[in-house]
C-alpha cells in the first residue's frame, strides 16, 4: 500500500489518481488506432476523450458517494465529496456517466453511435487494469480475509490489519486484461456494429459478479438478495440483461438498415 507516489511542491501527487490517468490515456490511445478499422477517423476517440473522463468522473464519484455516504461522508466536511485523489470512483457510476457523455457526443458530432462504442469497449477493460492497479496502491476495494500464500497483507492503519486478504484489486485488473484481449480479437470479427459493447458488457458483468464474491470492504447492512448479493452483483444482473438485449435486438436493426428498400 503506497497511495502517495510524490511530493511535488505543495501538491501530493497519488498513485490513484496517476493510474486512472494512465488508464485513461491507454484505452484512448488503443482506441484512436482501432477507429480506421471502422472507417473512422483516428482522431475522433481523442476528442471523445474529455467528455469521457468529465462523465466518468462526476458518474463514479456521484455513486460512491451514494454507496458509502454513511461510512465515508456523513460525518466529514463537505468538501470530502470533492476529494476524488483520496480514492473512491464506483465503477458502474463511471460507466453511466462516460456513457452518457458518448452519447451526447455522438450527437453533437453526428458520428454513427453503436461505431463508436464498439471503437471504445476494448478499451474501458484496458483503461480498468490500471485503475485497480491504482486501488491497491491505495489500498481500498480490498477482499476478505484469507490465509492463501499470494494473500495481500497491509500496514496497520489499514482496516484489515493485521490479517491477509485477497487481493481482489489484482484478481480485477488480471481478468480485466484477459477481456481487453477477448474483446480486441472480437473487433477485428464482428458482425454488426454493437457487438463488440454488447459483448463487453455481458464480459464485465461476469467479472465483476465473480470478484465481488471476494471482496470485503462492504458493511453488513449492503447486501441484498438475502445476503448473497453486494450492490455491484445487483446491478450487473442489469448490465448482463442490456447486453444480452442488445446482442438480439442490433442484428435486427442493422438488418433492416441494410435491406434495400422495395418500390
Same mark, same amino acid.
Given at each position: 500500500m503506497h497511495p502517495v507516489a510524490f511530493q511535488f511542491g505543495p501538491w501530493t501527487i497519488h498513485w490513484y489518481g496517476v493510474m486512472i490517468a494512465l488508464g485513461f490515456l491507454a484505452g484512448l490511445w488503443t482506441a484512436g488506432r482501432r477507429a480506421p478499422l471502422s472507417g473512422l477517423p483516428g482522431e475522433l476517440p481523442l476528442d471523445l476523450g474529455p467528455w469521457l473522463i468529465l462523465g466518468g468522473i462526476l458518474g463514479g464519484r456521484a455513486l460512491y458517494v451514494i454507496t458509502f455516504w454513511r461510512e465515508n461522508f456523513a460525518r466529514q466536511p463537505v %468538501?470530502?465529496?470533492?476529494?476524488? =485523489?483520496?480514492?473512491?470512483?464506483?465503477? %458502474?457510476?463511471?460507466?453511466?456517466?462516460?456513457?452518457?457523455? +458518448? !452519447?451526447? &457526443?455522438?450527437?453533437?458530432?453526428?458520428?454513427?453511435?453503436?461505431?463508436?462504442? /464498439?471503437?471504445?469497449?476494448?478499451? !474501458? $477493460?484496458?483503461?480498468?487494469?490500471?485503475?485497480?492497479?491504482?486501488? &491497491?496502491?491505495?489500498? +481500498? +476495494? %480490498?477482499?476478505?480475509? +484469507? /490465509?492463501? $500464500?499470494?494473500?495481500? =497483507? &497491509?500496514?496497520?492503519?489499514?482496516?484489515?490489519?493485521?490479517?491477509?486478504? =485477497?487481493?481482489? *484489486? !489484482?484478481? /480485477? #485488473?488480471?481478468? #480485466?486484461?484477459?477481456? %481487453?484481449?477477448?474483446?480486441?480479437?472480437?473487433?477485428?470479427? @464482428? @458482425?454488426? /456494429?454493437? *457487438?463488440? &459493447?454488447?459483448?463487453?458488457? !455481458?464480459?464485465?458483468?461476469?467479472?465483476? #459478479?465473480f470478484v465481488e464474491y471476494f471482496r470485503g470492504d462492504y458493511p453488513a447492512y449492503q447486501h441484498y438478495l438475502g445476503g448473497w448479493a453486494t450492490p455491484a452483483q445487483v446491478v450487473s444482473i442489469f448490465i448482463l440483461l442490456a447486453g444480452l438485449a442488445l446482442l438480439r435486438i442490433l442484428p435486427r436493426a442493422s438488418g433492416r438498415a441494410t435491406r434495400p428498400a422495395r418500390d
Open positions: %468538501y470530502e465529496i470533492f476529494m476524488v =485523489h483520496h480514492g473512491g470512483l464506483v465503477f %458502474y457510476g463511471g460507466l453511466a456517466g462516460a456513457s452518457l457523455a +458518448c !452519447i451526447l &457526443f455522438a450527437a453533437f458530432r453526428r458520428a454513427p453511435l453503436w461505431k463508436l462504442a /464498439d471503437v471504445l469497449a476494448p478499451s !474501458i $477493460p484496458l483503461g480498468y487494469v490500471f485503475g485497480r492497479l491504482g486501488c &491497491f496502491l491505495n489500498g +481500498c +476495494c %480490498y477482499g476478505r480475509a +484469507c /490465509d492463501f $500464500p499470494w494473500a495481500a =497483507h &497491509f500496514p496497520a492503519a489499514h482496516e484489515s490489519y493485521p490479517a491477509g486478504v =485477497h487481493p481482489t *484489486q !489484482i484478481y /480485477d #485488473s488480471l481478468l #480485466s486484461l484477459g477481456l %481487453y484481449l477477448g474483446l480486441a480479437w472480437l473487433y477485428r470479427r @464482428k @458482425k454488426f /456494429d454493437g *457487438q463488440v &459493447f454488447g459483448a463487453y458488457l !455481458i464480459g464485465y458483468a461476469a467479472v465483476r #459478479s
